[in-house]
């Protein structure tokens, strides 16, 4: 069996797991770790790993159902409509990732897991940022909790649309676009009850029943609290890193320091998620 062993990789969240591959076929005490792993740490870190579209899938399934995105924002594996390839090359930009983020939060059920599979890496480039939306929580004043305890918030797809549609890139074009959705600010966890901040600068719009610019200067603090230096793990990628993150507890930032004429090759899977609550 294999030796299953963490390194926690900051003090605000991910660790690295180490004594697995994920190709072979995992036993269920070992997938029920991982589990649990993801849950509490919120990021999972996997270096070294070699699979086929098919072994990505198979992994993804431990963690929910595999979807594809609603939007089609890029093209899929060939043959593989559950996988999404992020590109950059020389003539196709990769559609830039560079704003924090919680992914696809303005669906009804936004995804739970987001796995990454680095194929092709810029050296010493395009790291991944996280940061832990529980802790963020956490850190807020009794005053600011009590602020916010029942307050929604609207998330909307325009953001996308807008680079998407106006923008060169291997993103492609939105034409038939999802409404906006209202999600609590303050969500519980459903495994462990903990609650965790769940606005994010790319998708939410704005409060409900307030302005935009009203709405800036409550999410203002918020986000700065959330994205302080000590709250985040920020990922150098290897090629052969699968790193998963829980997009309920994290928001996480693509670092733009890369041009088109560094290759970037990356295999995304997410699993449905549930109605934040
Ligand atoms: C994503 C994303 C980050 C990256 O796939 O959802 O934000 O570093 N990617 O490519
Ligand atoms: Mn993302």
Redesign the pocket.
Known sequence: MDELELKPSSAALGVEVRGVELSGALDSEIADRLRAAFVEHVVLVFRDQSLTPEGLLAFTRLFGEPMAHPLNTRRHLDGFPDI?V?ENRPGLP?AR?DYW?S?ISHLERPPTA?L?YARTVPEGR???MYCNMRRAYEALSAGMKDAIANLRAWHSPEATIRRNNEEHNDGLPIVDPPPPHLHPVVRTHPDTGNRALYINPHFTIHFEDMTREESRTLMEPLIAQATRPENIYRHHWREGDLVMWDNRSAM?Y??RDYDETMPRL?W?TTTAGEVPA
């Open positions: 999404l992020l990769s990732n983020h992914d987001t990454l395009g790291d991944t996480h693509a670092v990356m995304r």
